[in-house]
Structure formats: C-alpha cells, structure tokens
C-alpha cells in the first residue's frame, strides 16, 4: 500500500468525507459516522486529523479493524509528512504534571484512601470524573461505606492466634486473598498501561481478576499478560447483537477464563453528574444531545458515551440460553434483593454479587452489605449456609480488610474490589496495586488476630454485631479519611465574563 500523505488526509475533515489517522493508520470513516456508539460529533472532532490520542484510552486496539470493513483502511500515512501539533501545556495540566512528579513514595502509602488521595491529584479531569462519579446525588457510594460503620465486631480472645491465614477459595479456585478484583471500564484513562497493571500484579499474588468487557486492553493483551495458573474471570455487559456476545462469551471460555459475571443492574446507565459536566466543558457547554434509536443519551459523558450497545431487554428469559452457550461459572451482578437471590438459585446459577454497581446506577439503593444479611436468610431456606453449590459475594465501599472480614462474617463467599485497586494503578501503576494487595495482607493480619479468627472458615456471624445495619438513621462516625479524599458535588457554574 503506498503512504498517504497528512495534507491528503487533512482534505477529508467533513461528515461528506471523514478521514482519521490512528496509529499511524489511515481510515475513511465516513459510513461509521452514524453509527459510532459515541456519537458522530467527537469522531468529527478528528476528521481529517490524528485521533490516536482521543482513541486509545476508550477503545481497545483491535476496536477499530472490528467494526470497520477491511476496505476502509487505506493505508499508512506518511510520517514525514505528519507535523506534530505543539501541544499547548494548560496551567492545570503543568500543576498537575508537576504533583506527579511529586507523589508520596510507595513507602508513605498507609491505606487504600491514600490512593485514591493521590489518584484525585494526578488524574487528568476527565479520568477522575468518570472513575469516582456515581449516580445523582451520590447517596449510595457514601451508604456503601456508611453501611460497613454500623457492623461492629465481637471478638473473641485467647485463641492462639499465632499463626493466621487468609488465603481461601473463590468459586472453587484458589485465592490469596479473600478478595477478587472486581470489574472497573476504561483503566487507560488512568494509567497507560490500564488494566495489564492489575492483570501483572493479580498473576504475581495469586488474586483473581475480573476483567471488564469495556476494558481498555483488548481481552487478548489481558489474556497474554496473564501467567499459566492464573484464575481470570469475566464480567458481561450484554449486547443487544448476542451473536456478538456468544462469540465473547465462547472466545473467552476458549481462552480459559473461569466465570462469566453477567452485570443485570445497568439495563441503562446512572446519570454521573461528575461524569456529565465534564463533557459540558469539554464541548464548550453546548452539548448537543444525540438522542439514537436506543433512547439512550450519548452526549452526556465518557461512560453514556458508549453504552448504547448494552441491551436493556434482558430478562431471566436469557438464562438458559446463557447456561447453553458455556460451562463456565455464572454469576449475576449486581442482585439486590432476597427474591431475585433465590430466583438465581433456582435457575442453577453458580452465585450472585450484591452489588450497586459502586453506586453508579440507582441511587439510594441499598448496600450490598445490608442486603447480605437478608439474602443469606433467604438462602437458608434452599439448604445450610454456606452452601457449596451457591457463591454469595458483596462489593462496593469496600477500603479496609475489616470490611472484608465484616461481609465474610455474615455469608459472604468472597468481596470484590474495584475502585481501590483502579486509584492503585492510576496513582502508581503494578506497584501499586501489589502494594494495595499488601496493604490487606497486613490488615488481615491483624485483623484477624484481634478478633481471634485463625483462618477465613472461622468467620462466623456471631463475631459481628449487625443488629444496627439496617437503621438508616442515627449518628455514624464521621469517616475522615473517605470524607476529605472523597469530593463533594458541585452545583452548575455560572459563564465567566
Ligand atoms: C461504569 O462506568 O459503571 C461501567 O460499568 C462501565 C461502563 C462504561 C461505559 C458504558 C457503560 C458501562
């Protein structure tokens, strides 16, 4: 093929004929525009440019070659003729440039908020408004951690606790931790080596990984980052092309992936007023709303952006279709209540997460820890807890190992993390999530010593006093860590004159 040249690109920059350069690529992506899940306007945005930068953090690398026609690559452009673009360094991006280079030392890291702390300070805007945004007034996130500061332990002494291990078992497969990393999108917005940090960092310590459909490394890259014996599970959205998804699906199990964790509480996105308001500015607050056949706004942010493709029609009908096209494990993410809990149980499901999605979807949801207790009632009903046939994990709010400890104590299997290990990598790539991996190493340690536990089994109800978990009101203790890393909402803002 012989080269293009940027000028001849540069003379595609129109909805009649847009041209776009990613990785030294040259694709006419007029025909796309329409159907581009973000919305036509930000591919515009690079018509006729180099869009690699805008291109990389949001999509997977074979993202385009995917939903492209062959044809429609034509060709390499030539780089002599590119003239790089000198980037105007804003005062924001120099202050924030300049506190990276100045972050604390892995050393002075203490606890997983210190992460998220350093993540706030060195995330360029947009990253860290899609990450820590949750839905409308953030009632929920806060209740995610508020909910673990109304269980209390009940420890018991004089156990000989010198030896204490916390490695267990997670649907069947080793564990180090009684932790798995659950599933968070769009890790290159944080770290350029995104999602590989935890991928690198879980094969190393024997944690397992929940991957993300919308990662931002391709499944592949994920799966070739990972060592031999390393366990690998898979979240789902689903699409509303399941032929797409059962080529994932079967793609993945091939790849020997060992769960499919089915999100079935974003049959539509949260609106992320964090996340939102950042797209305003960027589009220099007049943001058009693309309303597409789906009903689903994709003007409104990094994470609406691209959630069109997500099918909202999924019912329990879609089970046994799901059970015919794998063997792996399957779990739902994101059951809220006792009713849809036994409803997993009786269709053969392998396990739930009480999830709410880190409070991103409804808000004033409860906590998966509040609805722990109830569904574990429930489930009694089907056979003695634990059950080994049936997996019960909670996740959100989760930043200490007593949390973990607490949500073991009352029938969980396991607790999934996912911000925390994300603000690890953002703020110190696999060291930092190897150190996070430490960080509850040593809280569990200690932990579990002062409640006279010696193993994860040992973790029974009785230690834990949960009889305030329910009551919405009343005085919880101020969390000082989470309040003043944790940023507040803002109100609209006034145009400057
Ligand atoms: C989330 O942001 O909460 C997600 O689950 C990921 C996501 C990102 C973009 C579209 C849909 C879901």
């Known amino acids: 093929m012989s080269l293009i040249s940027a000028q001849t690109v540069a003379e595609h920059a129109s909805a009649k004929s847009c041209w776009i350069i990613v990785h030294g690529k040259v694709y006419d992506v007029t025909d796309f525009l329409p159907e581009h899940p973000g919305g036509s306007k930000i591919i515009l945005k690079y ?10 953090p949001i999509h997977p690398p074979d993202a385009i070659t995917t939903h492209l026609p062959k044809e429609k690559y034509l060709g390499p452009v030539d780089p002599k003729t590119v003239v790089r673009e000198k980037k105007v360094v804003t005062e924001e991006e120099r202050k924030r440039q300049e506190l990276m280079a100045a972050r604390p030392s892995l050393d002075e890291i203490v606890n997983l908020h210190d992460f998220e702390a350093v993540a706030k300070a060195i995330l360029p805007p947009k990253a860290w408004a899609y990450y820590s945004s949750a839905s409308d007034d953030e009632i929920t996130i806060r209740e995610n951690r508020a909910a673990y500061q109304r269980v209390w332990f009940r420890p018991r002494v004089l156990r000989d606790v010198s030896t204490v291990n916390w490695s267990t078992t997670i649907l069947g497969y080793k564990s180090s931790l009684p932790v798995y990393i659950s599933a968070t999108a769009l890790g290159k917005l944080g770290h350029p080596d995104g999602e590989l940090n935890l991928t690198r960092a879980a094969g190393k310590h024997g944690v397992i990984q929940m991957i993300p459909t919308l990662a931002s490394c391709s499944f592949d890259e994920i799966l070739d980052a990972a ?26 199990e091939k790849r020997g992936v060992k769960a499919l964790f089915i999100t079935v509480d974003a ?16 589009e220099g607050g007049v943001a058009k709303v693309q309303e597409g056949d789906t009903g689903v706004k994709k003007d409104e942010g990094v994470a609406r952006a691209i959630s069109s493709f997500i099918d909202p029609s999924l019912s329990w009908k879609d089970i046994p279709w799901f059970k015919s096209i794998t063997n792996m494990a399957i779990v739902l993410k994101g059951v809220a209540t006792p009713q849809d809990a036994l409803m997993a149980y009786d269709y053969g499901l392998a396990g739930i997460v009480l999830s709410n999605h880190g409070g991103r979807q409804l808000d004033t949801a409860r906590s998966g820890l509040e609805n722990l207790v109830e569904v574990v009632e429930a489930l009694k009903t089907r056979g003695p807890w634990p059950n080994p046939r049936f997996a019960v994990f909670v996740d959100g709010g989760v930043r200490r190992a007593s949390d973990v400890l607490k949500a073991i104590a009352l029938g969980a299997s396991a607790v999934g993390v996912g911000r925390a290990f994300m603000y690890s990598f953002c703020a110190y790539g696999q060291e930092g999530v190897e150190k996070a ?15 006279g536990v010696r193993t994860i089994d040992e973790l029974t109800p009785d230690l834990v006093d949960a009889s305030a978990l329910h009551a919405h009101v009343g005085l919880t203790p101020v969390d000082n860590l989470y309040n003043s890393t944790y940023q507040p909402l803002s109100l609209a803002k ?4």
């Open 267 to 282: 049959p539509q996105l949260g609106r992320r007023e964090k996340d939102m308001r950042m797209k305003f500015v960027d």
């Open 227 to 252: 060592v031999p014996s390393q366990t690998l599970f898979l979240q789902l959205y689903v699409n509303r092309d399941r032929e797409i998804t059962k080529r994932y699906v079967q793609h993945a």
């Open 494 to 497: 006034f145009k400057a004159k």
């Open 47 to 56: 018509a006729g440019k180099d869009a690699t930068e805008a291109y990389d």
């Open 437 to 451: 991996f430490q960080i509850f190493r040593d809280e569990l340690e200690m932990n579990m010593r002062l409640i």
